[in-house]
């Protein structure tokens, strides 16, 4: 499933001219990682790693230069353990462990000794005997044969780094300095650390030049609410400390001396996310039907487990896409059975009666997974991922759907399969599904009597094949971002080519349309669970489409909420058929604006418009 | 004074990584001997996670701990426990 919002990712806009007496704005596009809208002074957070001084010490100094090195580890695990414990009650578990495991590097007896025998007898000032020590255990570990352990040398760098930090007085993000104000934190990148650090009271937003949305950045942003664009290549480039920056966390965009105009809009944004999100109880409650009451399942999109909750604050009538990977990203071994029914048994419970779509893992291509071994390889997102990963990997894959199995007696469990791409793969996860429902059978644990299996349709030959597919599937969910890609030969995280990454291409609209058509004959329900559907404009067009369930971010429900409410299916339906007569998908999007445009404008972003 | 001795193979598929190494030193730690473990002529400190992280055990390769003062067997027992119980890991 894509995390990039391709439709929206212009590229880049160098400096555009604006009156000649400021400096012009200029526009950078990113992902979005956390919703909300900032306006505020830029902190550009330093990435380098701090210069080290090397300076011989006299002798008598080392009793002195060792107790630097104490206090500097005191606290670096201080702070470690701080972020730690906040983490744990934000995150949970599984995000707070890796903390753990560095503040107890940061500590190590044996790195002590290191440090203490090169300044008592190399007479090294403590920055130079933690640098080299450093230097050489991560070299140490980085020739293991095994590559994960030797990938481990980071975790060395990063404790170092800590260390080095806390001597040289450089804090970095740990502790921001105290401007009195709150800031836009800008860095090349943020470690899991210090991003968990960051509080609301602080930092308005933060910037970062690398992260898509599911990278720790942007996960720990929205467990903490605060704003962020993630992934705006070069922005280091074009900011300095105090530069004033518009960060739109919903559609992952950054303005650099914004206009006042551009600072209005933007406001305004917010402000209308903000109202959003306050005045939700009201909206929660209400159901969510078009204007002629028909009703119109809405859903969310989630990552973490806690996410759940917010889903229901939102409205969400469920969850219509679980994406289980988060589980398996950034960590030692693949999760046990254990904790992952325990996780998805806490996620069925809040949501409880009301469904929840787990889908099975999707890594490999541009997830960056250290669970797994896979080869490189040249074309990722064409490659060893998703269902063909766990076909390729049975054993794992079959741990994850005993623990599915097992969860289905907390709630309404169903089960979507990623990547399918031919009738053969699904009839070999079904076989596997038998398999996993034998075992837990076998070893008498509890489980619904039928849990639904379903797939995702993001291959171009999955919609075409949707006919048959729907024989042996029980429900498909259209993954736009990635039918996008696939099916436009546009790699999704090329800023160049994004013009043409567009989900109102009329090449789109026919395949989800053969997707539609297929449910309503085999009489599978057919949801879209892409980007597309987190749009007011795109929504529409889908249930004018014969969509009647959506799911996406749950920030993005109240408002296509709002919009389906304001339209009949009698208008939505004729804009859809007037979009299907045009050939460019400038022309789709005019289209619909003029056919229901006028009723949602308020709902829109200024520049959806033509 | 006693002391233990014992070897163990390693099983877990991700070997002695970050998270195994900490949950041996944490484990060795709650021991007032000295422990003291091998691979393949390397030895570093039990109660040191850099030192068990630098051992690079991965899987199928065999750890000898190696104890002296007091609860030394028990705390060969418990580690060894722990290297045959794949760290708690699936795998």
């Known amino acids: ?610 | 004074m006693t002391a233990a001795r014992g070897t163990f193979q390693v099983k877990n598929r991700l070997g002695l990584h970050a998270r195994a190494a900490t949950k041996l030193v944490q484990l060795a730690s709650t021991f007032p001997c000295d422990i003291v473990i091998s691979r393949s002529g390397q030895s570093a400190n039990a109660k040191s996670v850099m030192g068990v992280l630098l051992l690079c055990g991965s899987q199928g390769s065999k750890l000898e701990i190696e104890a002296s003062g007091a609860c030394a067997e028990e705390a060969v027992q418990k580690i060894g426990e722990l290297i045959d119980g794949r760290f708690g890991e699936g795998e």
């Open chain 1, 1 to 610: 499933m894509s995390d990039r919002p391709s439709e929206r990712m212009k590229s880049s806009r160098p400096w555009t001219p604006a009156q000649s007496d400021r400096p012009p704005a200029a526009v950078l596009d990113g992902l979005a990682g956390s919703p909300g809208v900032a306006i505020g002074r830029a902190l550009v957070v330093d990435t380098e790693r701090p210069g080290v001084v090397r300076r011989h010490i006299a002798k008598h100094l080392a009793d002195e230069e060792m107790a630097r090195y104490d206090a500097a580890v005191a606290s670096s695990a201080l702070a470690l353990r701080e972020v730690a414990d906040r983490l744990r009650a934000s995150a949970g578990r599984g995000e707070s462990s890796i903390l753990e495991a560095y503040t107890m590097m940061v500590e190590d007896e044996g790195l002590r000794q290191d440090v203490e025998r090169r300044v008592r007898i190399d007479r090294q000032c403590a920055e130079w005997a933690v640098d080299v020590a450093i230097r050489e255990l991560a070299a140490q570990m980085g020739a293991a044969d095994d590559p994960y352990l030797a990938e481990r040398s980071h975790d060395i760098e990063f404790v170092g780094d800590r260390i080095l930090r806390a001597l040289t007085g450089r804090q970095r993000a740990l502790s921001l300095p105290d401007t009195g104000e709150a800031t836009i934190v800008v860095a090349h990148d943020l470690s899991p650390a210090e991003t968990a650090g960051l509080s609301k009271e602080r930092v308005k937003a933060m910037v970062t030049e690398v992260g898509t949305r599911t990278s720790h950045t942007a996960i720990l942003a929205r467990a903490l609410e605060i704003p962020a664009v993630v992934g705006v290549r070069g922005i280091l480039a074009h900011v300095g400390n105090g530069d004033q920056l518009v960060v739109d966390g919903l559609r992952g965009r950054v303005i650099l001396g914004p206009t006042e105009e551009m600072i209005r809009a933007a406001s305004a944004r917010g402000n209308r996310y903000f109202a959003m999100s306050q005045g939700l109880r009201e909206l929660r409650d209400r159901p969510a039907t078009t204007k002629c009451t028909v009703p119109i399942v809405l859903r969310a999109n989630i990552e973490l487990p806690n996410e759940s909750k917010i889903a229901l604050e939102q409205g969400a009538q469920g969850i219509g896409l679980y994406r289980t990977e988060f589980l398996y990203v950034d960590r030692a071994e693949p999760p046990s059975e254990e904790e992952q029914y325990e996780t998805y048994c806490r996620v069925l419970k809040t949501m409880a009666p009301l469904p929840v779509t787990l889908r099975t893992f999707d890594i490999g291509g541009d997830k960056f997974v250290s669970s797994f071994q896979a080869p490189p390889e040249m074309n990722p997102a064409l490659g060893l991922r998703a269902v063909r990963l766990g076909l390729a990997r049975p054993e794992i894959f079959l741990q994850q759907l005993r623990a599915m199995l097992r969860a289905s007696v907390h709630g309404s469990l169903r089960i979507m399969v990623p990547m399918i791409s031919a009738v053969r793969e699904l009839r070999a996860v079904r076989q596997l599904l038998n398999q996993a429902r034998d075992q837990v059978d076998e070893a008498g644990q509890p489980r619904a009597s039928h849990t639904p299996l379903g797939i995702m349709v993001e291959v171009p030959a999955a919609a075409i094949m949707a006919h048959e597919l729907a024989g042996d599937a029980e429900f498909l969910s259209i993954g736009t971002n990635d039918l996008v890609q696939y099916a436009l030969a546009v790699d999704r995280s090329s800023n160049e080519l994004a013009y043409l990454a567009s989900h109102f291409d009329p090449a789109i609209l026919r395949l989800v349309r053969i997707v539609v058509e297929a449910g309503e004959r085999r009489g599978r329900a057919v949801a879209v669970c892409g980007a597309m559907a987190s749009e007011p404009l795109a929504a529409v067009l889908l249930i004018g489409m014969g969509l009647r369930e959506l799911s996406m971010e749950s920030s993005a429900i109240p408002g296509v909420k709002e919009a389906i409410g304001r339209i009949t299916v009698a208008e939505a339906e004729a804009a859809a058929e007037a979009a299907f007569r045009c050939v460019t998908a400038e022309e789709v999007v005019e289209c619909v604006t003029n056919a229901i445009g006028g009723k949602i404008a308020d709902l829109l972003d200024a520049d959806d418009l033509p």
